[in-house]
């Protein structure tokens, strides 16, 4: 009798395998949820079960969202959001100022989930591996905001101890109008910035002797890569649907938004591997010798 229960199961698991309907997920809706979630903690585990779902569905859905509704995305309390000419300097030649740094890492890690999150929500009609590529991004970013918001807690300090500001956000609202353009801006301006700090950022960690948060600022920057590597890959799949020169439309758009400013030095190394082309690298060199020329 045993033996027959256990034949019939393995037909029916069978049977059910075969016939199985591919798992549909409408994740905006999980998404918006993120997006407006204020406490840092369950945004970040909001987002990471999102990807989780996202990574087993066959299939996804998108829901037309009212844009106005995540003009403003969940944040906490605190930290104080200021101008950032209101910020004192993280020096890193002390204990305070290297906490202040982490706190400020802290707090771009957390604006880049939401950033990941609005850019999955935001716009319509792009190929289904867009939106898989940016829940993937926010989930990484998640996991990022959780390994500094532990190391913080090392130095008996938590995310909102500082004052930060919100210029992250403000690229944001400005490029909400057009994919290409937040492509362009946000990930291959702002969060390639990152990939030209960061490895300063470790070895200003290490010469002090934390070597744990030189570990953790490495294993951020090798991701990062992935990260604007994507925001470029879907920039040039926009030029290329629009029928516009890549290059020619990345260096319209960064002086329509910076005037041309782009700040110094330049990670050129990292920013190959995330998608920059000889042109690109070419146009930052000039870009920083000149600036280093002018002043």
Sequence with gaps: M????IILWAILRDHVALHQV???VNFQIQAVEALHESNPVQKCRLTTALQAELASAEDITTLITDSASINTPGVPDKPELVHPRELSRRGSGTAA????LLHAISHIEFNAINLALDAAIRFRGLPEQYYRDWILVAADEARHYFMLADRLADFNAKYGDYPAHQGLW???LRTAHDPLDRMAMVPRILEARGLDVTPAMIKQFEGAGDVQTAKIL???LREEVAHVEAGSRWFRYLCKLRGVEAEATWFERVDHYLKGDVRCPVNLEDRSRAGFNKTELEWLKTTCRNKAISR
């Design 2 to 5: 045993r033996g027959a229960i």
């Design 22 to 24: 591919p798992l549909m």
């Design 97 to 100: 100022g290297r906490l202040a």
């Design 170 to 172: 403000d690229m944001a």
């Design 218 to 220: 490495r294993q951020i």
